[in-house]
Every structure is written in structure tokens, then in C-alpha cells.
């Protein structure tokens, strides 16, 4: 790079550091902190295979059964001869049917049936009812920015030391109850599982990969300054190393324009007049509809350290972001009127984890008259804008900016709560500023 950084020395000597600590440390716990992109589950299968190198039974621990299949075809892959227990439920259709045709997975809803097995993988959920065997020597926990701290407490006595991996920037634990009566105890159940765990063992070792390999250089500085004030990455790209392109010209609208903007720098603003609108806003559900449709209908190529050659965008690298799962499926129906199909539409919990080359996103605060804390958290906005490549374009109606100064947080002050920093208000308020340097108006 320009300035000397390394990324691929970086993310070695972090990732190193990190195994040493888990093979060789005496540390109970240690947590890693992963930006987006940052190769977060590729450490986690390392990690899992020299634990089982070296003759040291693993338990694994993710949020979702997703992410569980997920992770037992990525080892599968990486050593097909090892043998790999993928402990499921007792549902009609408990796991992805791909794992039956893997050879070295065996698969059980009963953690006996899979004792002596060098990896055993199962969700949070289902851990939580593992009675009566032998503890793990190790652990790995997946996602534990996304565990709450009270799944933790229920699977804590079933290993000795453990390996936390998790995003900080992301959305936090989802609960369906309130939690306010426990808000500011140290047992907070609500809480995740590494703030928690932290606050209880403030001497467990902190490490963080330092390289997102997904987000390009045009938005690795935005998302870091915004979202990770305390633990800054790099992209391991440089300006130019991506390019993308279109191969049929811009129309003139509005549409076009903003794509040809997030083309060349990574970002587009796409903003509608001022207004307060139903959530299912119908002017701004069709102003992302017409960005996706006219992004395909141009035939957007994409050129990168992967491919040197054009590589298609197509509607399977393209996604739409929303908050809230209506306004997914308007924007679903939308397309659909315009032909569009195979484009990922969901909200930002749903597309946690994914990676596209380009991607739309409805600004959580377009069109509303108030700000709350659920469209002002951090980790929402963070996850909307951290999915891509390429190019992210925002469709958003003019003055949310002036929305964020006349709603300060009302948000009752809890004693003893670890204050989320930065707060969704600043990092939308920075995130904003950055937009409205790529700003095409639409309607002109």
C-alpha cells in the first residue's frame, strides 16, 4: 500500500498471536474482536483444526443453525478425514442436507452419540440442554457479540477455556422480553456475553484483527472511524485495486447518476425531498427498486483482487437493506413489478454475516418524524453499511441530519450500564456527512 502497511502481515501476525494464545496461553477466556470481513469464521475453522491437531477435544458454539452447517462444511472442506460431530435438534428438518453427503460428519441429537469425536458443533440453544458428560478442554464461540450473556451462563460448565470470536460493530443480542429491570446488574441477562464476560474478568486478553478483506479502501476508513473508534481496521485493499463498471451508458435519470457515483467513489447518496411518510414509504421503495433494476439492466462488472477479469454483477451479488421486515417485502413486491428476481431483500439482522458486491439500502431514519433508539442503534446502521465490496447506494429523504438535532436521546440514564460507544447518534451524524459529498437528488 501507499503508506507501507502490509495487510496481509497484519492479519498474519494477529491471527498467529491469537492461536498461540488458545494453544498455549493460560488465559480462561480470550475474546476477538472482528471487523466486518475481517476473516472471522476462516480463524475460527484454524483455530478448530489445531486444536484437533493437537489432540485436544473441541466444542464449538454458534448463534444459529446457519452458522453451525456453516462451519461444519467449511472444516469438512479444509480436512475431510477428520471427524467432525454436528449435535442437532430433535425437529423434523434439524440441519442442511448437504452435511449428509460429508463423510466424516456424523450427525446425532444426542451429545453421547458424538462423544470422542475430535469437533462436536451445535448452536447456543441446543447446548444449553447438554446434561451430565465430561467438560471440553476448549471451546470456540461464535458470533459472541450476538450471544446474550444468560446463553453463556448455561453452557459455561460444559467446557474449561475458550475462544470468543465475535463482531462488536453488529446488532445486539435479540430479546422479546424488556430487560429494563435488569438494566445496570452484572448478571444482565440481555446483555451480550462478551460485555458481560468482561465485566466479570476484566484480565482476560483482548486481541482484534486488524484487515476487513470485504469492505474496499473507499469505506474501511468510514465504517472504522464510525463504528470502531476503539478498534480500528485497515482494508486489506488499496484505492484501485477494485474497480466497477458499467457496460451500457447512463439514461440521465437519477437512478444512473448515483450509480455511476458509488462506481467511482464507493458510495452514493440517492435522496428524496424532506418528508414524513409511512415506514412503507412507496416513493422510496421505488427509488431502490429502479437503482437495482437499472444496476443489472447495465450490466455492472466487477474487477478485483479476485478477478482480473470483469466478473458479472448479478442479482445474486446485489442486496437491498431495510430495518424492518415491511418495508423488505415492499421492496420485494417492487421488483418483482420490474422483472427483478434473485436479489437478497431483507433486513439488516437477516443479512448479519453476508457479502455482496453492491448493495441498496433504505436509511433506517428516511421519511420518520421521530428518532428512536431502535433506528438509532449503532449496530444497525453498521451492518446496513458494511455488506459490500464494491459500492454501497443509500436512498434516504432529505433532512435526517436536522431529524437527529431536534431528538436528542430521551432514553431514560441507567446507572451502571456500560454506555455504547460511539452512539447510533454520532455515527449516523458522521456517516451523513460523509453521504453528502456523493448526493444525487432524485426527481432531477
Not at 68 to 77: K, N, S
Not at 290 to 312: F, Q, W, Y
Request: hydrophobic residues 45%.
Amino acid at each position: 500500500m501507499s503508506d507501507g502497511f502490509d495487510p496481509g502481515a497484519a492479519a498474519g501476525r494477529a491471527t498467529a498471536q491469537i492461536l498461540d494464545d488458545t494453544l498455549n496461553g493460560t488465559a480462561r477466556g480470550i475474546v476477538v474482536d472482528s471487523p466486518p470481513g475481517a476473516g472471522k469464521s476462516t480463524l475460527v475453522v484454524r483455530a478448530a483444526l489445531e486444536l484437533a491437531a493437537a489432540g485436544r477435544p473441541l466444542m464449538v458454539v454458534a448463534q444459529t443453525n446457519a452458522q453451525v452447517d456453516d462451519l461444519v462444511v467449511r472444516l469438512a472442506e479444509k480436512d475431510p478425514g477428520l471427524p467432525v460431530g454436528r449435535l442437532h435438534s430433535s425437529d423434523s428438518d434439524p440441519y442442511d442436507k448437504v452435511l449428509d453427503g460429508l463423510a466424516n460428519v456424523r450427525k446425532s441429537a444426542k451429545a453421547a452419540d458424538l462423544a470422542g469425536l475430535d469437533i462436536v458443533i451445535s448452536t447456543a440453544a441446543k447446548w444449553a440442554h447438554v446434561k451430565n458428560v465430561e467438560p471440553w478442554g476448549h471451546a470456540i464461540v461464535d458470533e459472541a457479540y450476538q450471544m446474550r450473556s444468560d446463553a453463556l451462563l448455561a453452557v459455561a460448565g460444559l467446557f474449561e477455556r475458550a475462544l470468543f470470536v465475535g463482531d462488536p460493530g453488529q446488532l445486539d443480542p435479540f430479546s422479546i422480553v424488556g430487560a429494563d429491570q435488569w438494566a445496570g446488574l452484572s448478571y444482565d441477562p440481555s446483555a451480550s456475553a462478551v460485555s458481560t464476560l468482561l465485566a466479570h474478568n476484566p484480565e482476560l486478553p483482548q486481541r482484534r484483527l486488524p484487515v476487513s478483506w470485504r469492505l474496499p479502501a473507499s469505506a474501511a476508513q468510514l465504517v472504522s472511524d464510525a463504528f470502531y473508534p476503539y478498534t480500528p481496521f485497515r482494508s486489506g485493499t488499496d484505492h484501485g485495486d477494485r474497480l466497477l463498471s458499467f457496460g451500457v451508458g447512463s439514461d440521465g435519470s437519477a437512478a444512473d447518476r448515483v450509480l455511476d457515483e458509488a462506481a467511482e467513489s464507493g458510495w452514493g447518496l440517492l435522496e428524496l425531498p424532506a418528508r414524513h411518510t409511512p415506514r412503507t414509504d412507496p416513493e422510496a421503495v421505488r427509488a431502490v427498486a429502479t437503482v437495482v433494476r437499472r444496476l443489472l439492466d447495465r450490466g455492472g462488472a466487477a474487477t478485483s483482487e479476485r478477478s482480473p477479469d470483469p466478473a458479472p454483477v448479478t442479482a445474486d451479488r446485489v442486496a437491498v437493506g431495510t430495518a424492518h421486515r415491511d418495508q423488505a417485502a415492499a421492496v420485494r413486491a417492487a421488483l418483482a413489478e420490474l422483472g427483478v428476481t434473485g436479489v437478497a431483500v431483507d433486513t439488516a439482522n437477516r443479512l448479519q454475516g453476508r457479502e455482496f458486491d453492491v448493495t441498496v439500502v433504505l436509511h433506517p431514519l428516511s421519511g420518520r418524524p421521530d428518532a428512536t433508539a431502535f433506528h438509532l442503534e449503532t449496530g444497525r446502521l453498521c451492518v446496513l453499511a458494511s455488506r459490500h465490496r464494491h459500492a454501497c447506494v443509500v436512498v434516504c429523504r432529505a433532512g435526517v441530519a436536522e431529524l437527529l438535532d431536534e431528538h436528542p436521546s430521551t432514553e431514560p440514564v441507567q446507572l451502571g450500564v456500560t454506555v455504547k460507544f460511539p452512539d447510533g447518534w454520532e455515527a449516523n451524524h458522521r456517516v451523513l456527512a460523509h453521504l453528502a459529498e456523493h448526493r444525487v437528488s432524485w426527481g432531477r
